[in-house]
């Protein structure tokens, strides 16, 4: 129980920091349409719902990972990681951010904080907490939810590298030969 609260608790100051800092940012120069974003939404959404244990069918309602002190400390520190990494990502890239794919007026490309490590540290750090939330609820349905909210931010980040390279036809091609995408030295 005390996972769970912890767990709930690392996602609602990761909804309240997004939702104080959301105002700051700037104008929106160019939006992806909502067709563009209808499979990753859709995937998220779902793999949302299997995290959340929304999906009572067998069997993904099976435990897979058995309840244990192990499981509960690392589920804990990959959700306070993931929150601490949002975190940091969130201010690093600052007035550029946007929840949808979006080039700002004046957009910058952010290669600084987290950015020097992976490309699209707020993804990896939300996939640590949704893997903390898999983890604690130990549910073959919460690693498949992981999974397709993975294959979300895939598609997702895919798009907006394109937009990058688009409006960073120099800059960003190197950053991207130099930088993972979401976890270092590895994807």
């Not at 400390?73 to 979006?102: D, E, F, K, Q």
């Not at 904080?113 to 993804?123: A, M």
Request: proline residues 5%.
């Amino acid at each position: 129980m005390l996972l769970r609260n912890f767990i709930i608790a690392c996602w609602a100051v990761f909804a309240a920091y997004w939702a104080a800092t959301a105002a700051s940012t700037k104008r929106t120069a160019q939006r992806q349409s909502w067709e563009s974003r209808y499979w990753y939404l859709l995937l998220l959404v779902l793999g949302f719902a299997l995290l959340l244990g929304a999906v009572p069918l067998d069997p993904l309602t099976r435990r897979i990972v058995p309840p244990s002190p192990a499981v509960e400390i690392l589920a804990a520190a990959l959700c306070a990681g993931g929150l601490i990494l949002a975190i940091w990502a969130r201010h690093a890239i600052g007035s550029n951010w946007s929840g949808i794919v979006t080039l700002k007026r004046d957009h910058e490309l952010v290669t600084g904080g987290p950015y020097r490590y992976v490309r699209h540290p707020i993804y990896s750090a939300i996939l640590l907490m949704f893997l903390a939330t898999a983890l604690a609820a130990g549910r073959l349905g919460g690693f498949v939810g992981f999974v397709l909210c993975f294959a979300s931010f895939w598609i997702k980040l895919r798009q907006e590298e394109a937009l990058m390279m688009r409006h960073f036809p120099d800059e960003y091609p190197v950053y991207r030969a130099r930088v993972k995408a979401l976890v270092p030295f590895v994807i």
